[in-house]
């Protein structure tokens, strides 16, 4: 188990040492079995534990968990993502370029969503012997989504889709989709291990 105090830092304590977790938090408890609970957590004695969610409270074995993560039940609380500009100019090499990027992401207990996008352009000119200006500008795109559906247990189902476009490749688009299915074979705290299947559909298009 791994948990981050201001006084500590971070501390790491062996599983099999733990005699009891208790915490009015809201929790994802996820055991070897794939099932998860969520609620907060409390122990009768120190071979149970007790997760208590709105309205119900479910007693599990404290050897099935394999993984206690902190869960916030709002919507907002539960995504994640970042956008990032970066642009760069050299005189000396005439060279202008601009690199934005961003991705958004989103865990809930039946769904997971994940966005991404990146796009990067440059501009350079040069001037040949005879004085000429020329300019010669790169820009590639990228972007991808995918969608995974949690079934329950050890199941879940993922959809994406991919796009991609890159100037100094002559690559004017590149689209692929992804359909599948996965399933838990094993989960411990140490190893985690998915067999899947799925098809996928390739479009290119070069200029």
Known sequence: MEFDTDEMDLVKIDWDDIARVMSAGFFEVTLSSGAQYYGSLSGANTDQLVVTGLGSSDTLAF?????????DRGFFSRT???IDL?????????????????????????????????????????????????TQSTKRNSSSASLKRFLGGRWRLGLSAQAEQNQELELDRRLLGLLGGGYQVVRTHGLEWYVGAGGAVNDERYV
């Open 63 to 71: 050897s099935d968990v394999v993984l206690i993560e902190p869960f």
């Open 80 to 82: 994640n993502g970042y």
């Open 86 to 134: 970066g642009t760069n100019v050299a005189r000396a090499n005439r060279v202008a370029s601009l690199l934005a990027k961003g991705r958004f992401s989103y865990k809930g207990p039946l769904w997971g969503l994940d966005l991404a996008a990146e796009s990067y352009w440059q501009r350079q000119e040069s001037i040949s012997a005879a004085g000429d200006t020329t």
